[in-house]
């Protein structure tokens, strides 16, 4: 017999940060802007860069995964993230995880493939305006300066003293994604705010 009971709604783990969020971007007038961007697909994929399932994934999902290291690659609403030799992270649109995963073990076949959905694992924190950069590096040890750590790419890192992955975005005005675990996200939403009180 199906389960029927009503599945609890969605809650973010920063939906009582919104609020706050909202109010710096106001008063930064326009030189920061922070959001959280919650609930986003997030697909952990590992498998042998070099095998054939590399490359039907990669066709199934419409976008290459991205060889060369702390790289990304987006096409429309898919971005993969390089983590390491042998594992991307696919990010996607809300609700999609199901879909993305059946697609990449579609395309890898009998292919040896891991596909871990860890949307609930993190939450992904939106940066961006002209001091974007600056506020990032009051607490994160990679140099973000554009020509080190410019569009397209990601790391790794910690930021506030929490593990964040990076991601500096290829969109015009796209700022960085931060990925955080969604157990410190309260801890680095207070950072990221306390950081950015210089430019309200």
Not at 61 to 89: M, Q, S, Y
Not at 176 to 199: I, K, M, P
Request: aromatic share 4%; charged share 20%.
């Amino acid at each position: 017999m199906a389960d029927t009971t009503p599945a609890a709604p969605l809650r973010s783990p920063l939906r009582s940060a919104k609020d706050r969020l909202a109010t710096a971007t106001r008063a930064s007038q326009g030189r920061i802007r922070l959001a959280e961007l919650p609930f986003l697909a997030q697909l952990d994929v590992r498998l042998d860069p070099k095998g054939p399932a590399a490359d039907a994934v990669g066709v199934a999902l419409g976008l290459p995964l991205p060889l060369e290291p702390n790289t990304v690659i987006r096409t429309g609403d898919l971005t993969a993230l390089w983590l390491g030799p042998d594992e991307w992270l696919v990010v996607g649109r809300p609700g999609t995880a199901r879909e993305l995963e059946s697609r990449v073990r579609e395309a890898a076949d009998d292919e040896p493939v891991a596909v871990t959905d860890v949307s609930a694992q993190r939450t992904t924190l939106l940066v961006t305006g002209p001091h974007a950069r600056d506020l990032l590096a009051h607490g994160c040890a990679l140099d973000l300066h554009p020509r080190a750590f410019g569009p397209g790419h990601c790391a790794q890192t910690t930021l506030g003293r929490t593990q964040v992955v990076l991601v500096a975005r290829d969109e015009p005005g796209g700022g960085f994604w931060v990925l955080v675990r969604s157990s410190f996200a309260g801890y680095l939403t207070d950072w990221l705010l306390d950081a950015a009180a210089e430019y309200l």
